[in-house]
Nanobody, 123 residues
Framework: DVQLQASGGGLVQPGGSLRLSCAVSGFTRGGYAIGWFRQYPGKEREGVSYISSGGATEYVDSVKGRFTISSDSAKNTVYLQMRGLQPEDTATYYC?????????????????WGQGTLVTVSS
């Protein structure tokens, strides 16, 4: 079974940094894309950043220049380095995976989800 394990959330002051990790296991064929999403209370999940199996990356405008997505194939782990965090980044962050190389911005297109990790940005 495909499993995703997200970690790295916590409390950080405005302007601070956190690195989220998404450990992926269970893919037995081909490559997969990974997306990071966040969800505010009472809102739908929204895409934050994505990385294809080929290494192509995308970011939502609000995090461009502050967040960096990367992958370590040896560890089957995808990271989301977040810098310059602001209170509006406070949310529960989820990683998701999908077979193949395509990136989808809509959360309902993703097949596998990790549990959420809470990021709180507050002084």
């Amino acid at each position: 079974d495909v499993q995703l394990q997200a970690s790295g959330g916590g409390l950080v002051q405005p302007g601070g940094s956190l690195r989220l990790s998404c450990a992926v296991s269970g893919f037995t064929r081909g490559g997969y894309a990974i997306g990071w999403f966040r969800q505010y209370p009472g809102k739908e999940r929204e895409g934050v950043s994505y990385i294809s199996s080929g290494g192509a990356t995308e970011y939502v405008d609000s995090v461009k220049g502050r967040f960096t997505i990367s992958s370590d194939s040896a560890k089957n782990t995808v990271y989301l380095q977040m810098r310059g965090l602001q209170p509006e980044d406070t949310a529960t962050y989820y990683c998701a995976a999908k077979d193949g190389d395509r990136i989808y911005r809509d959360y309902w297109m993703w097949d596998y989800w990790g549990q959420g990790t809470l990021v709180t940005v507050s002084s």
